[in-house]
């Protein structure tokens, strides 16, 4: 059981070391406030309605809004696995040792107990008494 445990916990490590370096880029893109599509590494595609952009400046063309808009969520990862230990300030040194010390005095072995009457048998059972009074326990 204990075995299975470590390997359950070293594969949850090993997901969560993964995931914590891991960039990506989502991309969302919105039709008026509605959520119409959204991709992960690549780009959103449009619901078809975008205004294109004309490079006519005639004063009979309407300007309108646009209805549609593409937004881009980066969520960068971490680069450093590892902080140098030169870094570390005097309370987290305390913590450090703290912890280790707590944690190893829970480890430690008991003394072995020694039993005095382990080499004795018991006494011969000449008749049930419990039985012969009539005393049970409830």
């Known amino acids: 059981m204990k075995a299975i445990f470590h390997k359950i916990m070293s594969l949850v490590m090993a997901l969560v ?6 960039s990506f880029t989502v991309n969302m893109h919105y039709c008026g406030d509605n959520l119409v599509d959204m991709k992960i590494y690549q780009e959103a595609e449009g619901c078809g309605m975008e205004i294109p952009m004309t490079n006519s400046t005639s004063k009979t063309e309407l300007s309108k809004t646009p209805c549609c808009k593409n937004e881009q969520l980066f969520i960068q990862g971490q680069d450093e696995l590892q902080t140098p230990l030169d870094s570390l300030s005097f309370s987290m040194e305390y913590f450090v040792v703290v912890t280790f010390y707590s944690y190893k005095i829970l480890f430690e072995s008991f003394p072995k107990k020694t039993i005095p009457f382990k080499e004795y048998s018991p006494p011969n059972l ?7 009074d009539q005393v049970f326990i409830i």
Not at 17 to 22: A, E, H, N, P, R
Not at 126 to 132: E, N, P, R, S
């Open 17 to 22: 070391v993964l995931f914590s370096t891991m």
């Open 126 to 132: 000449v008749a049930d008494i419990q039985v012969l």
